[in-house]
């Protein structure tokens, strides 16, 4: 899936609006892969897989868009 980074937090996590949906999803800087947290900017488009956990949906193996 694609999408863009929609917020930052300096705690560790954001999240990401997905392209064609309504509902962003939760990532934490454990699952980012070949990226940095600091090189991750709002509005940087980046590629991800979707994983439900115990809260719900969230983005893993978030890396930046080919």
Same mark, same amino acid.
């Given at each position: 899936?694609? %999408?863009?980074?929609?917020?930052? =937090?300096?705690?560790?996590? %954001?999240?990401? #609006?997905?392209? %064609?949906?309504?509902? @962003?999803?939760?990532?934490? #800087?454990? @699952? =980012? #892969? !070949?990226?940095? *947290? @600091?090189?991750?900017?709002?509005?940087?488009?980046?590629? *991800?897989?979707?994983?439900? !956990?115990?809260? %719900?949906?969230? &983005?893993?193996?978030?890396? =930046? &868009?080919?």
């Amino acid at each position: 899936m694609t %999408g863009t980074v929609k917020i930052k =937090l300096e705690k560790g996590f %954001g999240f990401i #609006s997905r392209e %064609g949906e309504t509902k @962003d999803l939760f990532f934490h #800087s454990n @699952d =980012l #892969s !070949g990226i940095t *947290f @600091d090189e991750l900017k709002e509005g940087t488009k980046v590629e *991800f897989e979707v994983e439900v !956990g115990e809260k %719900g949906p969230n &983005a893993k193996n978030v890396r =930046l &868009a080919q």
